[in-house]
């Protein structure tokens, strides 16, 4: 195959053909084909978008471009859940053994924070031993044994998507729906899982700004899983104010911990409880969503989900001891409040500028190679609907370097907006699910010769 006339012919606006698309990853893949000819073909998807068949082609091709996990002689069925990310978006650590505790296998391979957003990886290895990086013979041990494991990306799965990715981030084809969809599917679709349920937020503090784009990323998605014959169910959630207070690695270990002892903020525990809830009933271990939801408060409130984490914690190295006392967490050494300079409502939020304050303050990452602080973060006070007096606390700081902590209070302060009165966004915006896909058939032979759990 010519690649020139590839990459022209998407161009163009025309179509390239499965095998096409299966030599080109594999060249890329194998260092055969250069990044600039990835690059032109990438900008090419990004202005042409693709079409169904060169969508399943390309998110298949993906997948086999490494390791697919078959975890199909343990006998319970496997779900996972994917966020598109928020701020304190600490879902994963509550319902990972939420779900488990209730005898869904949940293999997890998450990310690490990614520009404002939180990552679980970065969360989970502030706790004092946690290791995230696992060999994968010891992830199915974990699976096998506790129904749940939480590793990071390890080099045999999707490399074609950790070069892509890194291409992309460098010749601005990131924003691209097929190119974003295909990305993130391949690797939960390697994770050897009979359901996916995917968190697609939508507002100032996610990646998608609308319910638009956000459906359609959603849709695309669920496209992905069909042709895979995996079941995939997308809740759109609004990320125009943070979730909980807590906002940093430690500080929202901790608030995970509140809620898996039964208490924590509300939208924290309700928003784990919707999407566990569409993993119970996507692999049938309960018949309705509202017996999932009993299942699930039971296992809540009686303990059994944080006796589940606490086996996780040791499992994975971690000091079991700093999560019984949680002020064995990692701290800061300085906690200063962070007051309102004049009085009225919050009606609205920066939520991006929130979350990009955390990453200034050393809780994420400016550049890929950067390390995160573990102890540093805030506790948001003011959330939408709050009525604020002059000097009442907007956010409990904790920091450990002077200059991150000016930098990131005035980003706190103007991310207020005032006024009269507040509409609070609802937490659940939208449902979608197979259904919500137009009649356009997928080819699911694209992915047949992929093994699944
Ligand atoms: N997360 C991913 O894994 N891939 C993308 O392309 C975007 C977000």
Same mark, same amino acid.
């Given at each position: 195959m010519f690649v020139p006339e590839l990459i022209q012919r998407k161009r163009d606006n025309g179509h390239l053909s499965h095998e096409e698309i299966a030599y080109l990853l594999a060249g890329y893949t194998d260092g055969s084909i250069p990044d600039y000819q990835m690059s032109a073909l990438l900008m090419a998807f990004f202005f042409r978008d693709m079409d169904d068949a060169e969508l399943t082609s390309w998110a298949g091709e993906m997948l086999r471009s490494g390791e697919v996990l078959d !975890?199909?002689?343990?006998?319970a069925p496997k779900a996972d859940k994917h966020s598109t990310g928020g701020v304190g978006d600490k879902i994963s650590l509550i319902l990972a053994p939420l779900v488990a505790s209730t005898g869904v296998a949940v293999p997890m391979i998450s990310g690490r924070g990614l520009g404002h957003t939180g990552g679980t990886l970065d969360k989970l290895e502030?706790?004092?031993? !946690?290791?995230?990086?696992?060999t994968l013979p010891r992830f199915r041990e974990l699976v096998a044994t506790l129904g749940c494991g939480l590793i990071g990306q390890t080099g045999s799965i999707c490399p074609a998507d950790k070069k892509l990715y890194a291409l992309r981030d460098v010749t601005?084809?990131?924003?691209?729906i097929p190119l974003i969809a295909s990305s993130i599917m391949s690797k939960k679709l390697a994770?050897?899982?009979n359901a996916l349920v995917l968190d697609v937020k939508v507002g100032?503090?996610? !990646?998608?700004?609308t319910p638009e784009r956000a459906r359609l990323l959603a849709t695309t998605m669920i496209a992905i899983g069909k042709a895979a014959g995996v079941r995939v169910t997308a809740l759109l959630t609004q990320m125009d104010e943070p979730l909980g207070a807590a906002i940093g690695n430690s500080l929202e270990v901790i608030e995970s911990v509140e809620v898996l002892r039964g208490g924590g903020p509300a939208d924290i525990r309700e928003l784990t409880l919707l999407l566990s809830a569409e993993m119970l009933l996507s692999v049938g271990r309960t018949g309705s969503i509202e017996e999932a939801r009993e299942l699930l408060v039971k296992n809540l409130d009686s303990g059994a989900a944080y006796e589940k984490w606490c086996q996780l914690v040791t499992a994975h190295g971690g000091d079991v001891a700093a999560i019984h006392?949680?002020?064995?967490?990692p701290q800061a050494a300085h906690v200063t409040q962070i007051t309102a300079a004049r009085s009225g409502?919050?009606?609205?939020?920066a939520c991006e500028r929130i979350g990009r304050a955390a990453v200034v303050l050393g809780?994420?990452?400016?550049?890929?190679e950067d390390s995160v602080d573990p102890a540093v973060g805030f506790y948001w006070?003011?959330?939408?609907?709050a009525e604020l007096r002059e000097g009442d606390v907007i956010a409990e700081l904790h920091w450990n370097d002077e200059a991150r902590r000016d930098a990131c209070i005035p980003m706190l302060r103007t991310a207020i907006s005032y006024g009269e009165k507040a509409v609070k966004p609802p937490l659940l915006i939208d449902r979608l699910d197979?259904?919500?896909?137009?009649p356009a058939p997928i080819p699911a032979s694209r992915f047949q010769q992929v093994r699944r759990g």
């Amino acid at each position: 195959m010519f690649v020139p006339e590839l990459i022209q012919r998407k161009r163009d606006n025309g179509h390239l053909s499965h095998e096409e698309i299966a030599y080109l990853l594999a060249g890329y893949t194998d260092g055969s084909i250069p990044d600039y000819q990835m690059s032109a073909l990438l900008m090419a998807f990004f202005f042409r978008d693709m079409d169904d068949a060169e969508l399943t082609s390309w998110a298949g091709e993906m997948l086999r471009s490494g390791e697919v996990l078959d !975890f199909s002689d343990i006998p319970a069925p496997k779900a996972d859940k994917h966020s598109t990310g928020g701020v304190g978006d600490k879902i994963s650590l509550i319902l990972a053994p939420l779900v488990a505790s209730t005898g869904v296998a949940v293999p997890m391979i998450s990310g690490r924070g990614l520009g404002h957003t939180g990552g679980t990886l970065d969360k989970l290895e502030s706790i004092p031993g !946690f290791s995230t990086q696992q060999t994968l013979p010891r992830f199915r041990e974990l699976v096998a044994t506790l129904g749940c494991g939480l590793i990071g990306q390890t080099g045999s799965i999707c490399p074609a998507d950790k070069k892509l990715y890194a291409l992309r981030d460098v010749t601005s084809t990131v924003e691209c729906i097929p190119l974003i969809a295909s990305s993130i599917m391949s690797k939960k679709l390697a994770e050897g899982i009979n359901a996916l349920v995917l968190d697609v937020k939508v507002g100032d503090g996610a !990646f998608m700004k609308t319910p638009e784009r956000a459906r359609l990323l959603a849709t695309t998605m669920i496209a992905i899983g069909k042709a895979a014959g995996v079941r995939v169910t997308a809740l759109l959630t609004q990320m125009d104010e943070p979730l909980g207070a807590a906002i940093g690695n430690s500080l929202e270990v901790i608030e995970s911990v509140e809620v898996l002892r039964g208490g924590g903020p509300a939208d924290i525990r309700e928003l784990t409880l919707l999407l566990s809830a569409e993993m119970l009933l996507s692999v049938g271990r309960t018949g309705s969503i509202e017996e999932a939801r009993e299942l699930l408060v039971k296992n809540l409130d009686s303990g059994a989900a944080y006796e589940k984490w606490c086996q996780l914690v040791t499992a994975h190295g971690g000091d079991v001891a700093a999560i019984h006392d949680l002020s064995r967490m990692p701290q800061a050494a300085h906690v200063t409040q962070i007051t309102a300079a004049r009085s009225g409502t919050v009606v609205g939020l920066a939520c991006e500028r929130i979350g990009r304050a955390a990453v200034v303050l050393g809780a994420g990452r400016a550049k890929a190679e950067d390390s995160v602080d573990p102890a540093v973060g805030f506790y948001w006070r003011a959330p939408i609907g709050a009525e604020l007096r002059e000097g009442d606390v907007i956010a409990e700081l904790h920091w450990n370097d002077e200059a991150r902590r000016d930098a990131c209070i005035p980003m706190l302060r103007t991310a207020i907006s005032y006024g009269e009165k507040a509409v609070k966004p609802p937490l659940l915006i939208d449902r979608l699910d197979e259904a919500a896909l137009t009649p356009a058939p997928i080819p699911a032979s694209r992915f047949q010769q992929v093994r699944r759990g």
